[in-house]
């Protein structure tokens, strides 16, 4: 199966960490991960990007940070050139493509 992720959740809370573990079970199972998109607070993973390059190291999957979120908190994130910049259209594009679109955090 083909898997994408969208990241609502500060770094270093559950829903983050619970979305990392999974993803890499995803790679023991024979499954793939596509894209994970960072949104709302989300975005905020591009300070502490450590784990996440390390994950799309390991999968060769897209990190895209929602550009609205990205000025919303004032975020630049230079120098981490796994992440890319990019609208919701991305988001649309990865669950029309993928099996299955989860979304962790949020309300």
């Known amino acids: 199966m083909r898997y994408s992720f969208c990241i609502l959740s500060a770094p270093n ?6 979305a990392l573990a999974f993803a ?9 991960l596509y894209r994970v998109f960072f949104q709302g607070e989300g975005v905020k993973h591009c300070e502490q990007p450590d784990a ?4 799309a190291n390991t999968h060769d999957c897209d990190l ?8 919303e ?16 259209i991305l988001l649309a594009e990865a ?6 679109l989860i979304n962790w955090g949020g309300a």
């Open 13 to 18: 809370t559950a829903s983050a960490n619970t």
């Open 24 to 32: 890499h079970a995803l790679s023991n199972q024979d499954h793939s």
């Open 52 to 55: 996440w390059i390390a994950l």
């Open 64 to 71: 895209v940070l929602c550009s609205n979120a990205m000025h």
């Open 73 to 88: 908190y004032a975020l630049s994130c230079p120098g981490h050139g796994r992440f890319s910049i990019g609208g919701l």
């Open 95 to 100: 669950a029309s493509t993928s099996d299955r």
